[in-house]
Every structure is written in C-alpha cells, then in structure tokens.
C-alpha cells in the first residue's frame, strides 16, 4: 500500500480543514460568507467559530485555487454580499480532502488507541 503525503506542518492541516470545511458547507447549495461560518459554527454545536480574518482569506484561496466561484447578490436580509458556490473542480478537491482528512483521524486514532494485548 503507498504511502500518503503527511501535512507538511500545522498551518497545512489547520488550513486544508477550513478548506474542506468550507467545501463541505458549500456542498448543500451556494452561501454567503457570514452564512458559511454560521453554519460551521452551527454544524459543529458551537465548538467552532471561524474568524472574518480566517474565512475571507479561504475564500479567496479557494476561488484562485478554481474551487469556489462567486457572485454579488442580495442577502436574505437585502444587503449586497458576496455568495460562493462550489465548482466541479471544487467537488472532486472536497473528496480529495474528504480521503486526507479520514487517513489522519485514522492515523491519530491507531496512536491514541491502546494496542490490544500489548
């Protein structure tokens, strides 16, 4: 079996699971920022509340990355804001990151969890 690429540092892993993150939320239809980060926070009970100074600077990496589009359109609340969509590029990064992030949860579980009979 190959061997996966590891994160290369921290800033990788925290970044690439904001990104998938992002992807994720993206994947139930097309969002505004603030909305993207009220649903993280919701979906995540309140254990997570991404930063303006966090999320902006995704989104624009994302874009440039072709993973996300966006448009400027009116909020439920008629305000002009900036709604983002995930792109098929964006899908098939999402399953990409989806495959990473399973391989680390099961790489830290295999550390965390006593061996049996050892």
Excluded: C
């Excluded at 540092?9 to 939320?25: P, S």
């Excluded at 072709?66 to 909020?75: D, H, I, P, R, V």
């Excluded at 990151?97 to 790489?107: C, G, H, I, L």
């Amino acid at each position: 079996m190959a061997k996966r690429e590891p994160y290369r540092n921290q800033v990788e892993l925290l970044q690439g699971t904001l990104d998938m993150m992002i992807l994720r939320t993206l994947q139930w239809g097309p969002q505004h920022g603030h909305g993207i980060g009220q649903a993280i926070r919701l979906k995540s009970d309140d254990a997570l509340q991404i930063e303006h100074g966090s999320l902006y600077p995704a989104f624009h990496r994302l874009e440039q990355q072709g993973w996300l589009a966006s448009e400027w359109k009116l909020s439920e609340a008629n305000r002009r804001a900036k709604y983002y969509k995930l792109t098929p590029a964006g899908k098939r990064q999402l399953a990409r990151e989806q495959s990473k992030w399973e391989a680390v949860v099961r790489t830290v579980a295999r550390v965390m969890r006593p061996s049996e009979g050892g």
